[in-house]
């Protein structure tokens, strides 16, 4: 773990885990391609209109979120905080609706793996990064 100083305010010192900023780097990196393959290869129409873009467009708000946690981590920003929060937020929701909307056995354990071992783990760590990025930051004497 560093503790650097952040150079919009001299005020505060922030403490982030050194391997965040290349963890979430490396994790919207890997989205990316499920991302495009995903725009391509979903059905335009399933239960409702636009299916394919509906999920294309929540893979891409993951990809932002990581990439930003990531950056933020990297710069020792604040606004880690609201980044490491949205990215966990949005990989519980990509994880509800993988579950809930299988309709075939198969699909729905792969879902319920994928869900158990990957976005929840992934979920709560990016909550404790969050919290931790807020609370073990210091003010400067």
Do not use: C
Not at 71 to 86: C, D, E
């Amino acid at each position: 773990m560093t503790k650097q100083r952040n150079p919009k305010n001299d005020d505060i010192i922030l403490r982030i885990p050194t391997w965040a900023a290349k963890l979430y780097v490396l994790f919207a990196v890997m989205l990316l391609p499920w991302t495009v393959y995903l725009g391509a290869s979903l059905p335009t129409e399933h239960l409702s209109a636009h299916w394919d873009i509906s999920w294309t467009g929540l893979d891409i708000g993951l990809v932002a979120a990581l990439f930003a946690t990531g950056l933020f981590a990297y710069k020792r920003s604040i606004w880690v905080v609201i980044a490491a929060a949205s990215a966990g937020s949005l990989m519980l929701v990509d994880a509800w609706f993988d579950v809930t909307s299988e309709r075939s056995a198969g699909l729905f354990r792969e879902a319920l793996v994928f869900a158990l071992f990957i976005e929840i783990p992934l979920a709560l760590m990016s909550y404790y990064l969050a919290g931790h990025a807020l609370n073990h930051n210091t003010k400067k004497r």
